[in-house]
């Protein structure tokens, strides 16, 4: 079946309960705006009277579902405010009215304020009749895809809203057995949209880190303050832009990127290049600029690894596929995705040679519609080759694969020779491509193969010997 079809039925399973509970090392691939549940979100956004939407027509029953809700934080609530919500007829497109108002004021006949939520939640998330009906093209599914992050963007640009989706992704990392991340940051446009507590002030990259900064440390310090300190160890930023950039703003981007490094050493893990590989500019287009910074930072003592996205596509010798060898010319550390690495050979050799870690999102890949099934997706081949892998969730709150279960569970069960061993394995070895230092990773590995047997010892007690 496929994954959101089959979702409440994985649900349903004593495996998958298992495999909940199980410690799950890092997570290495997740893009951090799309790591929140939807729902959890909104209902975020909702508590605060600054955060208001905007509509590009009124809302009826024809123009609901091709109607995207778009929200901003104002200043103060009532001085931008239409008189008229956006689903009365007066209504004049395009200008902000409280979302709380909305919400409240949403008729009837559009399901009341139960029926704005599936509106909102609807254009959050990717549903199973657009993964596996409507949007039936690498390119139909990616526009949508790239729609969510429109809406999401909007929800996350008012600071108290940042906070709690913060404080929630990493409770729900724990919650899942992940007990390290690294999440890939998107840092355009160089004009933040996002806002402070009072509306006013616009927030740049390095406030962000900071406010990041400031969650992480508060949450560890309440784990350290509950005695559950091996719990989670922490987890830091990936600087990313998407690949639709010039080469000219680019070199603004990796200065910027430099700055922060330098201001916050321990948070930012790394650099990579995101967006749809297929419809958007190759690696080889930002080549001189990335060999250009490569170097500086070489020479400034800075170490600041390349973690390319490379390989996402069906294509085979398209500018995709041959992102693969430029990532891995350039030094790259890890792949994301690597989904076409199974047609090189001799690429799959240098990742087993030079211990370069293959992200490999299962879920993503199916809903984004890379492979119709697990069964059918590459990873069997890339474990039987020796390939380095991480399993990862890529974009959880939009594909509904919070946390890292969902996808240790797609692998387990598509396989007669993975078993809870080979995720065990894979958990394990996550912590050795992370970017931390050697005596980090020894501590959480230490800690891990302790959680690891007494996981074992529960599995056992509460199942019998399977
Ligand atoms: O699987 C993926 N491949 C490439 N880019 C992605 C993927 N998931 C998300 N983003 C990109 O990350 C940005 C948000 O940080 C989005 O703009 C989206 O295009």
């Known amino acids: 079946m496929s994954f959101l079809t089959a979702k409440s039925t994985i649900e349903s399973t004593q495996i998958f309960n298992i495999v909940k509970k199980m410690p799950k090392g890092a997570l290495l691939h997740a893009h951090l705006e ?48 239409s008189p008229a919500t956006i689903t009365s007829p007066n209504y004049v497109p395009d200008t902000y009215v409280s979302a709380q108002k909305v919400r409240r004021e949403w008729p009837e006949i559009l399901g009341g304020p139960e029926g704005f939520d599936r509106w909102v939640i609807q254009s959050l998330t990717i549903n199973p009749s657009e993964a596996y009906d409507t949007h039936n093209t690498t390119v139909k599914i990616w526009n949508k895809f790239q729609s969510c992050f429109t809406v999401i963007r909007g929800l996350l640009a008012y600071e108290p809203v940042l ?41 740049d990259h390095d406030r962000l880190l900071s406010i990041f900064q400031t969650e992480l440390e508060l949450y560890l310090q309440n784990l350290r303050d509950a005695g559950r300190s091996d719990l989670f160890h922490g987890a830091k930023i990936i600087y990313t832009f998407v690949r639709i950039i010039s080469v000219e703003e680019l070199e603004w981007y990796l200065e910027d990127c430099l700055a922060l490094k330098k201001k916050y050493p321990q948070l930012i893990a790394g650099f990579d290049v995101v967006g749809p590989e297929d419809v958007m500019h190759p690696l080889i287009y930002y080549l001189e600029p990335l060999i250009k910074f490569r170097n500086k930072c070489e020479a400034l003592g800075i170490d600041l690894p390349f973690l390319f996205h490379a390989g996402e596509t069906l294509g085979d010798g398209n500018s995709t596929d041959q992102n ?46 890379l492979t119709a099934s697990i069964p059918a997706h590459p990873i069997a081949a890339m474990l039987n080759h020796g390939v380095p892998i991480a399993l990862a969730s890529d974009d959880p709150g939009i594909f509904s694969n919070i946390g890292l279960s969902y996808d240790f569970f797609q692998v387990l069960v598509s396989s007669e020779i993975s078993g809870l061993m080979t995720l065990a394995v894979l958990a394990r070895e996550s912590f050795q491509h992370a970017i931390l230092d050697e005596e980090e990773k020894k501590r959480a590995l230490a800690v891990w193969d302790a959680r690891w047997a007494r996981y074992i010892e529960e599995v056992v007690s509460t199942n019998g010997i399977l």
């Open 163 to 203: 906070r709690k989706f913060l404080r929630q992704l990493f409770e729900s990392c724990v919650e899942d057995g992940i007990s390290y991340a690294e999440f890939r940051w998107n840092f355009t446009p160089k004009d933040n949209i996002l806002t402070s507590e009072d509306g006013t002030c616009y927030i």
């Open 34 to 81: 799309a790591t929140v549940d939807a729902g959890f979100l909104l209902k975020s956004a909702l508590e605060h009277t600054n955060v208001c939407i905007r509509a590009a027509s009124t809302i009826t029953k024809e123009t609901l579902g091709s109607t995207l809700p778009d929200f901003a934080p104002r200043p103060v609530a009532g001085s931008y405010e």
């Open 324 to 369: 693969l060898y430029d990532a891995i010319l350039l030094g790259t550390k890890r792949i994301g995705h690597a989904f076409s690495l199974i047609k090189h050979p001799t690429l799959m050799r240098l990742c087993r040679e030079r211990n370069i870690c293959c992200e490999v999102c299962p879920v993503s890949n199916e809903i984004l519609r």
